[in-house]
């Protein structure tokens, strides 16, 4: 270990530290100061945790004996993840004010929970991936139940925490069965495992499939396979495992909602990502195959199908999170075909970029259009906003239509990336499902916009005093529209050729 | 795993405690007592902590019974005892679809899991194999040794772990701290 | 001057962006000019200039997305630049002759600008990926406008005509991913060239020639992918309709002429019997409904599908003069039912209903305005002398010894709608009058002399059609057939 490890890790704990400096200043000043001193400082840590990701640059290395590795990927990542992290305690000052929650404990759980997030997602080694992933969770327990005099907060809590903590089982026990199964692969064929590696480093478990015969469809690594993959699927809300997801978006306010929602998926796709490249051109056999496309198509159809129906504004952006989860499975189906690896990389990076842009945006405006402090969330509430508050009603008509692809916005630039990567990986007739839900969805989202434009209403205008919110709804909407129209000029300039390089293969190890 | 390993002393107590706590764990899920499916959970533990000493990890059994099945039990127990649930029976009712669901479920994965076992016979390790070897093999010592050892990848989590163990802190306190009123920071 | 579509596209759009930001009664003056310069502009388009690639010219290309294969690529043909012209033409006078609603004048004209300017770049597109952008993109003014500014019905006809629409590209979509990937441009003339060497997968061509004959069928109203034309134009504000009607659903004939024929490989030809049919089908189709309808919008908008079925047949037959005919009648049906749903905005206004029951007298309250929507009608009805004429009899013509029995059956399809149509003008115009005297139709200045100047158009194409079938016989489908001074 050395500067270059602590470099490499720098960001999640600069997160973590962070995270303590906020909570210890909040202990130790009187409360009325501290909310804009903690706000700052905490944007501070955020920032800084930025700058050490973007110095280290798009080469890969490794670190802690090989248990971390940071490349483009990673690093665009958790570039991303400080930035929702310092985006939502901005637009969360309304609703801690008005409920008077505790402010410092708020602001170290989200930054503690980026931290999580980043560990996962810079993790090599599965079992610095579940320390990781726990953090996360255990964050995200919290913040979802944080409203605690509101039933349905603490009713979103307790059901997030029960569900998580026996997915959590799950993804350890599946843990331990690849444990189990590279170990014994590899001690059977006489392979050596490296100084430094464990058996659950993905660069061991790439060796294992790669080198040993008939390893990629034994029926003990398949299976902790697909529970490791089942589980990194609740954890971002993809449908089966959705059933929590809605309840929870609900529950949370809107600026949780969006931050639960955005870095759940970030970081569990991103491991997801690393993991499927080292599966990518081995016999597998069908298995996870079909379960990722199982898990993609049902996504797909149950997010659009439950999102039509909605009458609650956070609901319907709970299922829309699980079929764009599903959109992004299929990208990374995608990725399991040599071939089209490399693009399909490059789109499931993009359209998770571009994911959590959008929904942060539509959650804040749920937030900004909000009374003292309470979302706004019947869907009802929107009929003739385009009449009381156009900016607002342009805003999440911005959003609406980027979650529904239509050309200009970056959702139509996303979907496009996906398709391409998973047309040219020959799954034509998966895409055509795919789109059949986009027409579904297209349905739920235009009802909002025909409630917003299309309808009268006798209602008052609401005056809505929450400006953070309404910033950050205005800015990313602003984005959704640049990056829709000039991607490569909206992205980082490194953003391509860093991400387009596979992560990390089993060539390493030699 | 051939009759015959699982017939050695090793094997016999492998199996020992695996039936036990499989048996015990059901028992937790299905008993309608809440103390009876608290003990059934000190058993389970036992039961587990059986399994490490089996694979001479001395101390993690140990920590496992002092800290599992001794302290935390404990607070269960006394939970419980407080709240004066030892004699109610929880509401749990085994009709209806949701048990068949659970129940076909339940059945299902530890068919899979038994499947995947047999069908990998020659793959699996004897206990015997994968019992930790070495001097200070399973004691304080050795753990301490892979654990802060830097060139291992264990350090990393560790440390990390501490992280973890703050993130629950900070979410009990304040999800079990006093409701904070409406008048008292209004300033 | 290969830059010369680049202005027609923008100036709209600029003009737009200033209305929108200047005070309410400047809008409309200044949509007026920026559409009208584009206008002119447009007309330069069809003489041949600038760059000449492969039967295009004023051909213009700068990388957008150079990575995803999307580039600003344009260029005009005869077809093209007649529909690029068509487009703007429809934009001024939809600006100039329909008041904008009153409670929002700026996004109105924006809705409209906007929409104008993306059908252009759909039309002028040589980039595929390009044009499906444009050609989505432009649903989404549509949808606003509709749900706006539209009728009693508005909110369910925008949702009904985005989702039905948009099913149909997303389709398009995944073939023109397809083609990209087999070969690795959205380049159109580069397409081209491959599919005609045979270069590209068979299979891959049969999906596309599907799918895009499902979008642009949809675009085009054909049965049975009509279903969302008839509540959408009635509920469309006039001034969106007239683009709507006139231009977007040209859109979908376009595609078919432009991309379904050239890149469907054999599919695409075997494909030809069925639209035909679908093309008759629709024909009769319109007729029929159009004659159980008491509202003038709504008899309008059917025999629209009428027509469209005329030109899809004529554009898919394979033979050059009813193609032609075809091209020449998408910019007739552009202009007569512009015409005819402005007189209908007329009445509606000065009248107060558009029910044919409740309509009467007008012949003698307002002459002018009754005279010259005889004339539209008699063009909508294809009399001789008039624009309807030569196209539907090049068409006729063109058809007629290829798929006689279709052909037949349409024609008998048109002439049962000509009748009803001249029934209804003359329920509606002549007769007493059922309403107050108050409400005569006065027409404005600009009301008189938009009208005025769509009626000579009509005369002027019914009289001497051959300039202008000259320049719609350049419509790619022959080589080295650009700028034809002659027709045979």
Known sequence: ?510 | ?187 | MNELILVIVALPLIAAVIASLVHEKSAKSISIIGSAIACLLSILGITTGGTIDRGFHHVFNAPWLPKLGLMFSFGLDGMSSLLVLLTTFLTVIAVIVIPAPKNAVRAYYLSILVAGALTNVAFASLNILLFYIAFEAALIPVLIAIGMFGGGDRSKAAIQFFVFTVIGSLLLLSAIIGLRIATGTFDYLTLKDLVAAGAVDPSLLRWFAIASFIAFATKAAVVPLHAWLGRAYINTPTGMLLLLSGAMAKLGVYGLIRFTLPLGGDFAESLVPLIVTLGAVSVVYGAFVAAAQTDIKAVIAFSSISHMGYIVIGAVVGDDAARSGSVLQMLNHGITTGALFICCDFISRYRGSRQVTALGGIWSDSPLFSRLLLLFTFSSVALPLTNGFVGEFLILLGAFHKFPYQTAIASAGAIGSAVYMLWMIQRSIYGGSKSDASKVISLGVSERSVLLALALMIIGIGVAPSPLLAIASDNGHKVGAAMQPEVK
């Not at chain 2, 004897?126 to 004691?139: I, N």
């Open chain 2, 1 to 187: 795993m051939t009759l015959q390993a699982l017939l050695s002393g090793q094997g016999l107590m492998f199996l020992f405690f695996a039936v036990a706590a499989i048996a015990s764990g059901l028992l937790v899920v299905i008993l309608q007592n809440p103390l009876r499916a608290a003990l059934s959970l000190v058993i389970n533990l036992f039961s587990v902590a059986g399994l490490y000493l089996s694979l001479n990890a001395y101390f993690l059994a140990t920590v496992q019974v002092i800290v599992y099945a001794g302290a935390i039990m404990v607070l269960f127990l006394f939970v419980i005892m407080l709240l004066n649930m030892g004699q109610a029976n929880l509401n749990t009712s085994y009709r209806g679809v949701r048990t068949i669901i659970a129940f076909s479920s339940a059945i299902g994965f530890g068919g899979l899991m038994s499947a995947v076992a047999l069908k990998g016979q020659p793959d699996v390790m004897l206990p015997a194999d994968a019992m930790v070897t070495g001097s200070s093999a399973g004691s304080v010592e050795g753990i301490g040794k892979v654990l802060y050892n830097p060139n291992l990848p264990w350090l990393f989590a560790f440390e990390w772990t501490s992280f973890l163990l703050l993130v629950a802190v900070i979410g009990a306190v304040v999800l079990a701290g006093k409701r904070q009123q409406p008048s008292e920071d209004k300033a």
């Open chain 1, 1 to 510: 270990m050395n500067f270059g490890d602590i470099h490499a890790a720098g960001a999640p704990i600069l997160m973590a530290v962070g995270g303590c400096v906020v909570l210890l200043t909040d202990l130790a000043s009187k409360r009325s100061d501290t909310r804009k001193f903690g706000t700052f400082l905490a944007i501070l840590f955020c920032i800084a945790s930025m700058l050490c990701s973007y110095t280290l640059g798009g080469q890969l290395r490794t670190a802690f004996s090989n248990g971390i590795a940071v490349e483009g990927l990673v690093v665009t990542m958790q570039i991303l993840l400080a930035a929702i992290a310092a985006v939502t305690i901005v637009a969360s000052s309304e609703i801690l004010q008005s409920f008077h929650l505790p402010k410092g404990e708020y602001r170290a759980l989200i930054l503690l929970a980026s931290a999580g997030a980043m560990v996962l997602v810079q993790s090599l080694d599965l079992v610095n991936a579940f320390v990781g992933i726990e953090i996360m969770s255990v964050a995200f327990y919290v913040l979802a139940g944080y409203r605690r005099a509101q039933a349905a907060s603490e009713e979103a809590g307790a059901k997030y925490f029960l569900m998580g903590a026996f997915v959590s089982a799950i993804l350890l026990f599946g843990i331990a069965l690849i444990y189990g199964s590279v170990g014994l692969a590899m001690k059977a064929n006489g392979l050596e495992l490296p100084q430094g590696y464990s058996f659950t480093n993905i660069v061991t478990i790439s060796k294992a499939i790669h080198q040993v015969p008939g390893f990629g469809t034994s029926p003990l690594f398949l299976l902790g396979a697909v529970m490791l993959i089942g589980s990194l699927m609740f954890k971002a809300g993809v449908a089966p495992f959705h059933m929590v997801a809605p309840d929870v978006y609900q529950g949370a306010p809107a600026p949780i909602a969006g931050f639960l929602a955005t870095t759940s998926k970030v970081a569990a796709f991103t491991i997801l990502m690393r993991f499927f490249t080292i599966l990518a051109g081995a016999d597998t056999g069908a298995a996870i195959n079909v379960v990722v496309i199982g898990l993609a198509l049902l996504s797909i159809i149950v997010g659009n199908t439950g999102a039509a129906n909605q009458k609650s504004i956070k609901r319907l952006f709970g299922y829309s999170s699980v079929a764009h989860g599903g959109y992004i499975v299929l990208g990374l189906l995608a990725s399991l075909g040599t071939e089209s690896q490399a693009a399909a990389i490059t789109a499931v990076t993009f359209y998770i970029v571009a994911y959590a842009i959008t929904t942060i945006g539509s959650f804040a405006v749920v937030a900004w259009l909000g009374k003292d402090g309470e979302d706004a969330d019947a869907i009802s509430a929107y009929r003739g906003l385009g009449k009381r508050n156009l900016g607002a009603a342009i805003t999440l008509g911005i959003f609406l239509l980027s979650l529904s692809g239509i050309p200009l916005t970056v959702g139509f630039l996303t979907k496009l990336g996906v398709f391409m990567a998973l047309l040219s990986a020959g799954g034509t007739w998966v895409a055509v499902v795919a789109l059949i839900g986009s027409a579904i969805g297209l349905y739920a989202y235009l009802r909002v916009i025909s409630e917003m434009f299309f309808v009268d209403s006798t209602q008052q205008e609401t005056s809505s005093t929450d400006g953070a919110s309404k910033l950050v709804a205005v800015s990313a909407a602003t984005l959704v529209i640049v990056m829709g129209v000039f991607p490569s000029q909206a992205l980082l300039p490194s953003f391509e050729a860093s991400v387009t390089a596979p992560p990390v293969s089993g060539d390493e190890v030699k």
